[in-house]
């Protein structure tokens, strides 16, 4: 058995304490401001707080989630280190200098429940986010060729000529797109409880059943990255799907080479939802960094960034993905392309990018 969570959390929390506290004050040179984002929250809050009072500097809380709600999907909303963990952040809230959040909602929230009247900042995505040429797309599927073997295998047959010497699944030697490519839809996880990821395989099973015996639709890969704890649950799912002209799999990419794959791609998925329901999804703002359009999973405020219609698709099912994934891919690689995920695309060109 492991060990029992109240009894592993605070050894968790000492051995953090000790080494932010020595970066914070030993290591770091005198500051004027300290800035932190939260979460995590314990102990970063209390830690930064003193420093800040040591060093006479002023401590400005960079909002992303709060600590509590997150804990509160592991543990539960009742249990006394999530109730512990909402009074703690409330209290340093209230003594940080100044504050920025995420997204509108958090901050009306924030003014109701804290007092404290943050600045909205909205992510970007850096600058080396961006989309991808026809070379860049070429050398990145030729890196990963490996990793697309099994889905190769999969999808072989199902609509695709014989492989030249060179080309890639998605690229010709030449490095232009192959006219029978596959359509490319992406998502990230850290296969986590806040994404149900067995809605993107039922979506996946009613879009193949859909598009199996119609020659208007491409074949269709699907492939997932990132880490985390449910990875092999998710995993051992997809291993069951009986699929015939769409493939789902898995793949660790080196950091590089993830903006390259969603710069490459045809379509993003989201299924994050916030815990606190006042957070937007950084992976969306990664994928509209490379200009592409993306289905999302709905919740509070997601319509701070996923505008329906206009960069992006909204849905509450596994029914409205897969009607969705279909109006979206229907022609999406021919010539003539899919005119609604050309207007998407469209409504994503332009989204601000941090300046390195």
């Known amino acids: 058995p492991g060990v029992p969570f109240v009894a592993l959390a605070p050894v968790k929390v000492a051995a953090l ?8 004050l030993v290591r770091l040179p005198r500051p004027d401001v300290i800035l932190v984002q939260n979460p995590p929250s314990i102990p970063a809050l209390a830690l930064v707080w003193l420093a800040a009072r040591i060093y006479g500097a002023r401590m400005v809380i ?10 509160g999907q592991a543990r539960g909303d ?8 909402r009074a703690y952040e409330r209290f340093f809230a209230g003594r940080a200098d100044a504050h920025l959040s995420v997204t509108m909602a958090m901050r009306e929230w924030m003014i109701a429940e804290w007092g404290v009247e943050p600045t909205v900042l909205h992510d970007r995505a850096p600058d080396f986010f961006h989309e991808t040429d026809a070379q860049e797309r070429h050398a990145l599927f030729g890196r990963l060729a490996a990793q697309l073997a099994p889905a190769r295998r999969a999808l072989d047959g199902q609509g695709a000529s014989a492989d030249a010497l060179g080309d890639t699944l998605f690229s010709t030697a030449a490095g232009g797109p192959r006219p029978d490519r596959p359509a490319l839809v992406v998502s990230s996880t850290s296969w986590t409880e806040d994404e149900d990821f067995s809605l993107l395989l039922a979506a996946v099973e009613r879009l193949d059943e859909r598009i199996r015996g119609d020659d208007r639709f491409p074949r269709v890969l699907f492939i997932v990255t990132g880490k985390g704890p449910l990875k092999h649950m998710y995993e051992a799912q997809m291993a069951k799907l009986a699929l015939r002209k769409t493939h789902v799999c898995t793949m660790w990419l080196e950091p590089e080479d993830y903006p390259l794959l969603l710069g490459s791609a045809d379509l993003g998925v989201c299924l994050h939802t916030s815990t606190s329901g006042l957070d937007l999804p950084m992976k969306v703002v990664d994928m509209f960094g490379c200009g592409l359009p993306v289905c999302a999973v709905g919740f509070n405020c997601l319509g701070e960034l996923v505008k329906h219609g ?5 849905f509450h099912n ?16 021919s010539p003539e392309g899919n005119a609604l995920l050309r207007s998407l695309r469209q409504g994503v060109a332009g989204f601000g ?4």
């Open 62 to 71: 960079d909002w992303h989630n709060f600590g509590f709600t997150v804990l």
């Open 318 to 333: 596994a029914t409205e993905l897969s009607d969705h994934l279909g109006n979206l891919l229907l022609g999406a690689t």
């Open 78 to 85: 009742g249990h006394p280190f999530v109730r512990i963990s």
């Open 310 to 314: 206009q960069n992006g698709l909204v």
């Open 17 to 24: 304490i000790w080494r932010l506290a020595h970066v914070l």
């Open 353 to 356: 990018r941090w300046q390195s």
